[in-house]
């Protein structure tokens, strides 16, 4: 697919402010469990962090729209739109994180915080698989189809945000036990993160697809070749379902994009975490921050690019590789197949 | 949404299903309804179907119904099909519940899929839902558009009744196209997917698509050679293999004399 960039930029950025937001909110309930609370202006900053990221990200999605004045029609199907869910709990979230600040700001109960905190993460998973099944329910996209894409995008959120949170406490001086509960925290979604990466990556390699020229035409013949695509020039068909730009380099892609979001963020954090044992300097994470935002969004963009729809059959685009299930072909003499040439 | 079989028919008999069957047997890829598609739209109520640069080098527009052509076998054992595909206003229409909008619709009247332009916010994302491609993106009007089933036709009482059909309908010289209410069993419709085998494109993607096709018939007359009592009659058979030689081998001989 052609990769939209102010999705890109969306999907990266809003999902790197709902991650500082859980970073933030755990970070105080591990405080706030150990009696050594984060001071209130340390999680205020990175409240603010949180919500500049999360409105840039808004803000280009807008761009997306050609008519920007309707947007609030967007709203209109939330029982059975994705997209419509996402655009509801968009600025809910934005709202929550407004409202969990202020109660810092008034120096509210610490119970009320931890609980509105609490809420704040489960609006914060349901926008991350809001946002992931956008694209995870078009099954017929085998490369976003699958449940990988929502457990991906939130995971890649949080690792993205979680680098943006320490370094807001590393600058800060926020308390010990909270930083290293966090960063313990750290680790474990980065390996989470990684292994679901490279058995996403995996998965695609060997990719089976249900839909074949086949079906698309109903025409029963393993040779099929398209001739004539019915325009001189390149149409809505060929231009937004298939992209071919740097194509022999998403491999490469690939590497970069998880050497950036997590081994270079792990071994950042890792320092970090040893030099905050050993009394040393914690300076690392926004090394971290800078590493892992570049790697998200190149992992964004490989993620839209590599989706193949399946309308590119009709047009000669669907890559070979992308295999028809031989399962299903080997029962193919008794399957009722459409009838044909 | 995948399965392996194919979701069973819905029981809709009772409400009203318009569509296009299109015959692959008789179509000659004249794209006589793809320019009328985008004659008769583009200067239809709805507003014009906008080219970019219709005059220049890489010209692109908006079209409804555009038609492909595929080689199926190889030569010699070869077929040209021409393929032309316009929104098949699916029953479980995968566009129409994504749209945050509300602004794709399925009609409950007649089952036809509309795009209220005035609603839609040019997200695309119904494009994206569309397991065919028939949706098409204005970049001039900011909105998505596709096939109408010319809803401005089919109900227009000013025109004679044997007109209201879509144009697409009406252009085809080779008349592959026909238009009717699938789910009347005894329409011109109905009747050709029954009679002719008719299918539906990509079933396994649920989308339950309202078009339908009719394959390629090929007549095969099974002639036993010792049955046809025919006397003192000769048949010219012309081989396969030596015309491709280019030459005129012919074998003649007589049958039961
Ligand atoms: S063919 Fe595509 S645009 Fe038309 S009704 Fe089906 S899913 Fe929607
Ligand atoms: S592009 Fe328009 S019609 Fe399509 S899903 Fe978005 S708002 Fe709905
Ligand atoms: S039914 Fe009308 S809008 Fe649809 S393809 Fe035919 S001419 Fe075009």
């Known amino acids: 697919m052609r990769p939209e960039y102010s999705l890109i930029l969306l999907t990266v950025l809003a999902g790197a402010g709902q991650g500082v937001f859980v970073f933030l909110a755990t970070g105080d309930m591990s405080g706030f469990s150990k009696g050594s609370r984060v001071p209130p202006m340390t999680t205020i900053t990175g409240l603010g962090v949180a919500l500049a990221l999360t409105l840039a990200g808004m ?12 947007g609030i029609k967007a709203i209109n199907k939330w029982r059975f739109s994705w997209l419509s869910r996402e655009v509801v709990l968009l600025p809910i979230f934005v709202g929550g994180m407004v409202v969990y600040g202020l109660l810092y700001f008034i120096g509210a109960h610490p119970v009320i915080i931890q609980a509105t905190g609490l809420a704040g993460i489960v609006v914060v998973l349901a926008l991350f698989i809001s946002t992931a099944m956008i694209y995870g329910h078009l099954s017929f ?134 030099a905050i044992l050993s009394g040393g300097l914690a300076i690392l994470a926004p090394v971290a921050a800078i590493s892992a935002m570049a790697g998200a969004f190149v992992e964004r963009w490989v993620f839209f690019v590599e989706g193949n729809h399946a309308q590119n059959h009709y047009y000669g685009n669907f890559p070979a590789k992308i295999r028809p299930n031989p399962i299903l072909q080997s029962g193919k003499k008794d399957a009722p197949l459409p009838p044909g040439v | 949404m995948f399965c392996a079989i194919p979701p069973p028919e819905r029981s809709e008999a009772m409400t009203k299903q318009l569509a296009l069957v299109i015959d692959l047997n008789t179509c000659v890829g004249c794209h006589a309804c793809g320019a009328i598609c985008k004659s008769w739209n583009t200067s239809g109520q ?141 329409s011109e419709v109905s009747r050709a997917i029954r009679d002719k085998m008719g299918y539906k494109l990509m079933p396994e993607t649920g989308a339950n698509p309202a078009n339908h096709y009719l394959p390629r018939r090929k007549t095969h007359v099974a002639l036993d050679l010792d049955q046809v009592t025919v006397k003192k009659q000769k048949a010219i058979i012309v081989t396969r293999k030596s015309a491709q030689e280019g030459e005129t081998l012919i074998e003649d001989f007589g049958i039961g004399g």
């Not at chain 2, 199926?72 to 229409?93: I, L, N, T």
């Not at chain 2, 129409?96 to 036809?112: F, L, M, Q, S």
Request: charged fraction near 20%; charge should be neutral.
């Open chain 2, 46 to 186: 709805f507003g014009p179907l906008t080219d970019h640069n219709p005059y220049g080098k890489d010209v692109t527009g908006v079209w409804f119904n555009r038609i492909q052509t595929y080689e199926v076998g190889e030569y010699p054992d070869v077929e040209v099909v021409h393929f032309p595909k316009s929104c098949m206003h699916c029953v479980d229409a995968p566009c129409v519940p994504v749209c945050p909008t509300n602004a794709t619709y399925k009609r409950e009247e007649d089952g036809i899929v509309l795009v209220n332009y005035n609603d839609c916010i040019g997200c695309k994302y119904c494009s994206w839902a569309c397991p065919y491609g028939c949706r098409e993106f204005d970049h001039h009007d900011g909105v998505m558009k596709k096939c109408t089933l010319c809803v401005d036709r089919i109900y227009d009482q000013t025109l004679p009744e044997d007109e209201r059909v879509p144009a697409c309908v009406l252009a085809c010289p080779a008349r592959a196209r026909s238009f009717g209410d699938i789910n009347d069993p005894e």
């Open chain 1, 141 to 274: 996209i085998r490369e976003w189809g699958t449940a990988y894409t929502p457990v991906n995008f939130t995971l890649t959120g949080l690792i993205s945000g979680w680098v943006f949170g320490a370094a807001v406490y590393q600058m800060a001086l926020a308390p010990v036990g909270a930083t290293l509960f966090n960063l313990r925290l750290f680790f474990v979604l980065a390996i989470v993160g990684l292994v679901v990466k490279l058995l996403y990556y995996r998965r695609n390699c060997g990719l089976y697809s249900p839909t074949t020229i086949q079906t698309a035409l109903g025409i029963n013949h393993p040779k099929i070749r398209l001739m004539e695509t019915g325009s001189a020039y390149p149409t809505y068909n060929t231009e937004e379902y298939h992209y071919t730009a740097l194509k022999e380099k998403r491999g490469i892609l690939k590497g970069v994009s998880i050497i950036a979001l997590y081994l270079v963020p792990m071994a950042a954090m890792a320092w970090d975490y040893m």
């Open chain 1, 59 to 70: 803000a280009a999605s807008f761009f997306h729209l050609t008519h920007k004045a309707r």
